[in-house]
Protein backbone atom coordinates (compact mmCIF):
# COMPACT_ATOMS: atom_id res chain seq x y z
CA UNK A 1 0.00 0.00 0.00
CA UNK A 2 1.09 3.52 -0.80
CA UNK A 3 0.34 6.75 1.22
CA UNK A 4 -0.30 9.65 -1.21
CA UNK A 5 -0.65 13.51 0.42
CA UNK A 6 -1.61 15.74 -1.97
CA UNK A 7 -0.83 19.64 -1.50
CA UNK A 8 -0.92 23.20 -3.97
CA UNK A 9 -4.41 23.38 -4.72
CA UNK A 10 -6.16 26.91 -4.72
CA UNK A 11 -7.83 29.46 -6.55
CA UNK A 12 -6.47 31.10 -9.79
CA UNK A 13 -8.28 32.84 -12.22
CA UNK A 14 -8.47 31.86 -15.86
CA UNK A 15 -4.93 31.94 -18.09
CA UNK A 16 -3.15 31.26 -14.40
CA UNK A 17 -1.18 28.22 -13.47
CA UNK A 18 -1.03 26.17 -9.96
CA UNK A 19 1.32 23.51 -9.54
CA UNK A 20 -0.25 20.43 -7.43
CA UNK A 21 2.52 17.81 -5.66
CA UNK A 22 1.90 14.79 -4.18
CA UNK A 23 4.04 12.90 -1.93
CA UNK A 24 4.48 9.18 -1.95
CA UNK A 25 5.38 6.80 1.01
CA UNK A 26 5.15 3.07 1.56
CA UNK A 27 5.90 0.69 -1.78
CA UNK A 28 9.56 1.71 -3.48
CA UNK A 29 8.83 4.93 -5.63
CA UNK A 30 10.84 4.13 -8.56
CA UNK A 31 8.83 0.98 -9.31
CA UNK A 32 5.33 2.28 -10.05
CA UNK A 33 3.85 4.54 -12.16
CA UNK A 34 1.87 7.56 -10.78
CA UNK A 35 -1.12 9.43 -12.10
CA UNK A 36 -3.34 12.21 -11.66
CA UNK A 37 -6.87 12.55 -11.98
CA UNK A 38 -9.67 14.87 -11.31
CA UNK A 39 -13.69 14.72 -10.48
CA UNK A 40 -15.95 18.26 -11.12
CA UNK A 41 -18.63 18.68 -8.85
CA UNK A 42 -21.75 16.27 -9.88
CA UNK A 43 -19.52 14.12 -12.07
CA UNK A 44 -17.39 11.03 -12.16
CA UNK A 45 -13.25 10.83 -11.62
CA UNK A 46 -11.70 10.93 -14.88
CA UNK A 47 -7.92 11.03 -16.06
CA UNK A 48 -5.90 13.72 -16.44
CA UNK A 49 -2.17 12.42 -16.75
CA UNK A 50 0.37 9.62 -15.89
CA UNK A 51 3.19 8.59 -16.03
CA UNK A 52 5.97 5.99 -15.77
CA UNK A 53 8.05 4.10 -13.19
CA UNK A 54 11.23 5.53 -15.02
CA UNK A 55 9.47 9.11 -15.52
CA UNK A 56 10.54 8.84 -19.45
CA UNK A 57 7.12 8.19 -20.42
CA UNK A 58 3.59 10.28 -19.93
CA UNK A 59 0.48 9.96 -21.12
CA UNK A 60 -2.11 12.97 -21.12
CA UNK A 61 -5.94 13.33 -21.49
CA UNK A 62 -6.87 15.52 -24.36
CA UNK A 63 -8.83 17.92 -22.44
CA UNK A 64 -5.10 18.71 -20.85
CA UNK A 65 -2.75 17.96 -23.29
CA UNK A 66 -0.33 21.03 -24.24
CA UNK A 67 -1.25 22.90 -20.76
CA UNK A 68 -0.54 20.32 -17.92
CA UNK A 69 3.14 18.60 -18.01
CA UNK A 70 3.54 15.44 -15.17
CA UNK A 71 6.67 14.58 -13.69
CA UNK A 72 8.34 12.91 -11.03
CA UNK A 73 11.34 12.63 -8.76
CA UNK A 74 12.11 9.12 -7.67
CA UNK A 75 15.07 10.47 -5.19
CA UNK A 76 12.27 12.60 -3.13
CA UNK A 77 9.28 10.68 -3.72
CA UNK A 78 7.48 12.96 -5.66
CA UNK A 79 4.97 13.65 -8.14
CA UNK A 80 3.90 16.95 -10.07
CA UNK A 81 1.28 18.22 -12.25
CA UNK A 82 2.20 21.78 -13.71
CA UNK A 83 -0.87 23.18 -15.09
CA UNK A 84 -0.67 26.21 -17.11
CA UNK A 85 -3.16 28.60 -19.27
CA UNK A 86 -6.28 26.93 -16.77
CA UNK A 87 -9.62 27.32 -17.86
CA UNK A 88 -12.81 26.93 -15.85
CA UNK A 89 -13.82 24.28 -17.00
CA UNK A 90 -10.04 22.31 -15.25
CA UNK A 91 -12.10 23.25 -12.04
CA UNK A 92 -12.25 19.91 -9.77
CA UNK A 93 -10.97 17.95 -6.70
CA UNK A 94 -7.60 16.51 -8.19
CA UNK A 95 -6.38 13.20 -7.27
CA UNK A 96 -2.92 11.79 -6.94
CA UNK A 97 -2.91 7.85 -7.27
CA UNK A 98 -0.27 5.03 -7.25
CA UNK A 99 0.06 2.20 -9.67
CA UNK A 100 0.00 -1.21 -9.24
CA UNK A 101 2.49 -1.74 -11.95
CA UNK A 102 5.02 0.43 -13.72
CA UNK A 103 2.54 1.86 -16.43
CA UNK A 104 -1.05 2.82 -16.80
CA UNK A 105 -3.26 5.10 -18.33
CA UNK A 106 -6.97 4.02 -16.59
CA UNK A 107 -8.42 4.06 -13.14
CA UNK A 108 -8.09 0.35 -12.89
CA UNK A 109 -4.09 0.86 -12.93
CA UNK A 110 -3.99 2.24 -9.82
CA UNK A 111 -4.60 1.06 -6.54
CA UNK A 112 -3.89 3.94 -3.96
CA UNK A 113 -5.41 7.22 -4.33
CA UNK A 114 -4.62 10.36 -2.00
CA UNK A 115 -7.18 13.07 -0.63
CA UNK A 116 -7.95 15.27 -3.35
CA UNK A 117 -7.48 18.89 -3.64
CA UNK A 118 -9.04 21.65 -4.62
CA UNK A 119 -8.34 23.54 -7.97
CA UNK A 120 -10.95 26.16 -8.67
CA UNK A 121 -10.54 28.50 -11.83
CA UNK A 122 -12.82 31.66 -11.79
CA UNK A 123 -13.36 33.21 -15.16
Known amino acids: QVHLVESGGGLVQAGGSLRLSCAAS????????MGWFRQAPGKERVFVAS????????YYSNSVKGRFTISRDNAKNTVSLQMNNLKPEDTAVYYC????????????????WGQGTQVTVSS
Open 97 to 112: AAGIKTWGTSESDFGS
Open 26 to 33: GRTFSTYA
Open 51 to 58: INWTGKST
